[in-house]
């Protein structure tokens, strides 16, 4: 008798664990794939080349005009057959050069206001970033930060180039309609005129949105070496090599695709100039402590030992994380694998706050800048006390960027505009 009821408790909470996991799965899809209206925006951004996305509640033929002015719209591609997820690629365009460009719609109302897109460049003196982490939050905080960058700046966006987002970028799981909410809405004047470049976080993981969202360069259209996979790719613009990891759903291991493509993109890179991003950050006494070997599923952990050792060999100047809510830098550090406790003088190559130094040419252990800035939308209470994160905030804020062929200056810009940060590498022949 006991055996019948045991044998019927376990077939029930069998189908209990069955009926949880397919509406789990049920949930999972319907948010990673459900269709909403969504305003034209852009990915795929090249040298000769931009492709436009944009999704219309009825199914009709797109059209997109652009031009070298903002009255003179004289070119104009149209698609040909009716759909409500649009998807337009311009080709043929001049390198290093800006355009203007509105879409047509008769059945949503599209802001046309403003619109423009540059092309990539070769040789261009200056790259100027706008880097945000963990922004997915809508709320007054995400717009202070936002805001403070516009009256840094001006309100003139002809003074940023790139439009970087370090992951976690529609809370709080990453769906279609987070998106809309958290990024596509909220950022709508950079989203009318920068290729938001992201990559994924923990956050945006938890659905399937983030990759059917964004088209990411596989064949190094963008520049770099081909990947073959969107989780992975770099962008070349002017002076800047840019790689793109995710951290979150691709293989951390020493021998995985995406560390033997790391290593032979490094190695064939000819600017002077490294900047890896991913969201899940090697060092960090911030919301999540890198001292943990198991917080944030082993990732931390994996990073330091595995991607670490990669950036020391071809001489990474900076990398970018965020998943932290908060400001964590350190300085000029090589081969620091262990915990905090390991740290010595013999990891920091440059024991200053800024003026740091490097060579042209890329040298094995040169010294990498780690930094995370993860608190666009969001902050972490927290000790902010790991000795290889000196320059370390409790508070929000976003990065700028300046790269020139022989100087790379970052500041932190808070919430309250003020420049909380600072440093600067300067490179020469050596």
Not at 116 to 129: D, E, H, K, M, Y
Not at 228 to 247: C, E, R, T, W
Not at 350 to 376: P, V
Request: proline share 3%; hydrophobic share 35%; charged share 25%.
């Amino acid at each position: 008798m006991l055996k019948k009821i045991l044998k019927r408790v376990l077939i029930g909470l069998g189908v209990i664990v069955l009926l949880y996991g397919i509406g789990r799965l049920s949930i999972v899809t319907y948010d990673s794939y459900v269709f909403v209206d969504r305003q034209p925006y852009m990915v795929m951004q090249t040298n000769n080349s931009i492709t436009l996305k944009w999704q219309t509640p009825k199914v009709e033929i797109g059209k997109v005009a652009y031009g070298d002015s903002p009255t003179n719209l004289n070119n104009v591609l149209i698609e040909e057959n009716a759909v409500d997820k649009h998807l337009l690629k311009i080709s043929k365009l001049k390198e290093c050069t800006k355009y203007y460009y509105s879409v047509s719609s008769n059945s949503l109302d599209i802001d046309n206001k403003n619109r423009s897109f540059s092309t990539l460049c070769q040789s261009s003196q200056l790259v100027r970033i706008w880097a945000i982490g963990d922004s997915g939050k809508r709320g007054d905080k995400q717009l202070k930060v936002y805001q403070q960058m516009l009256n840094y700046i001006h309100g003139d966006l002809s003074q940023l180039n790139m439009w970087l987002l370090l992951g976690d970028n529609a809370y709080k799981s990453g769906t279609q309609k987070q998106y809309n909410k958290n990024l596509f809405e909220p950022y709508i004047e950079l989203v009318k005129n920068f290729t938001p470049w992201a990559v994924i976080g923990n956050h945006d993981s938890r659905r399937f949105a983030f990759y059917n969202i964004f088209d990411f360069p596989t064949q190094a259209e963008s520049g770099g070496v081909k990947s073959g996979s969107q989780k992975f790719y770099a962008i070349d613009n002017g002076p800047l090599h840019l790689v793109m990891l995710d951290s979150e759903t691709e293989s951390l291991d020493v021998d995985g695709e995406m560390a033997k493509w790391l290593r032979k993109d490094l190695k064939s890179n000819q600017k002077p100039w490294v900047i890896v991003a991913f969201h899940t950050p090697p060092y960090t006494d911030g919301g999540h402590k890198s001292d943990d070997d198991s917080n944030s599923g082993g990732r931390m952990y994996d990073v330091r030992h595995n991607f670490v050792p990669i950036f020391d060999e071809f001489g990474v100047d900076l990398v970018l994380s965020g998943h932290s809510h908060g400001y964590e830098r350190s300085k000029l550090l090589v081969n620091h694998l262990g915990k905090s406790d390991t740290l010595s003088a013999k990891n920091i190559l440059q024991d200053r706050k800024t003026d740091y130094n490097k060579s042209l040419s890329i040298k094995k252990n040169s010294g990498t800048i780690y930094l995370i800035s993860g608190s666009a939308s969001k902050l972490d209470r927290a000790s902010y006390k790991h000795p290889a994160m000196p320059f370390s905030f409790e508070k929000m804020g976003s990065l700028l960027i300046e790269i020139t062929p022989t100087t790379l200056r970052s500041k932190f810009l808070n919430i309250d505009g003020i420049i909380a940060d600072e440093f600067i590498i300067k490179k020469e022949k050596k």
